[in-house]
């Protein structure tokens, strides 16, 4: 996979990604310095409903790069705390999925994708994004979230980074990747601090208005293309 994508890469006669983090891993594996970054939009949403208990949600396919079983891990740590889970998204890892249904919380489900209005309604009933990724070139379900006012917490060293800091500020928090332990410690501290959940929502309803849009994005990569 390696090989093929540096082949890409020096065929095109230019590069676009979807995050700064993106095009500079790109330009630091393959050697082309011309990459150019433009991130996705976002539609707008409605904010969603707090719940109580709170209810975390984890969307994206699944398998190791996605790592819900660090999620996993994290609500087992939290497991004498209130909450509710939902993990969403197609299977890319039969054997990887068959484990995660195997170690799934009582408390947590797990459906497959979702479009239209039954993600929408998955979303609308979220409090917190669980995205511990091993790798993102962006984090398209981090800003989807940020759009309808919920926190995230995503992983350091990927562009799920630049996702969560994209409207302004931190709604939520980074933490290390694959470190199911601290992931917990900052899960506990949210679902333990009311000042905590109330401050992280208030930093996503503030950055939700200043996400990029679609149309935005689009006249960024139509000025990319024309320039050439």
Request: aromatic letters at 4%; one cysteine or more; glycine letters at 8%.
């Amino acid at each position: 996979l390696e090989g093929l994508e540096r082949a890409g890469v020096h065929a095109a006669s230019r590069v676009v990604t979807t995050s700064r983090w993106a095009a500079v891993d790109l330009a630091a594996r393959h050697g082309r310095d011309d990459v150019v970054a433009v991130p996705p939009g976002v539609a707008e949403a409605p904010v969603a409903e707090r719940n109580e208990p709170p209810h975390l949600l984890q969307v994206g396919s699944i398998g190791p790069r996605k790592n819900q079983l660090a999620t996993v891990a994290a609500l087992a740590a939290c497991d004498d705390l209130p909450w509710t889970a939902t993990f969403v998204g197609p299977v890319a890892d039969p054997a990887y999925a068959e484990r995660l249904s195997a170690e799934l919380p009582e408390r947590a489900c797990r459906q497959g994708p979702l479009r239209g209005a039954e993600l929408e309604r998955v979303f609308a009933s979220a409090d917190l994004l669980l995205f511990p990724s091993r790798a993102e070139t962006w984090g398209m379900v981090v800003t989807e979230a940020l759009a309808r006012g919920i926190p995230a917490l995503v992983t350091e060293g990927t562009g799920a980074v630049e996702a969560l800091r994209s409207g302004g500020g931190v709604p939520g928090a980074v933490v290390p990747t694959d470190d199911p332990e601290a992931l917990a410690k900052v899960l506990r501290r949210w679902l333990t601090s009311p000042a905590v959940r109330d401050e992280w929502r208030a930093a996503a309803l503030v950055a939700r208005p200043r996400l990029r849009r679609w149309p935005e994005s689009a006249a960024a990569l139509a000025r990319l293309l024309e320039a050439r």
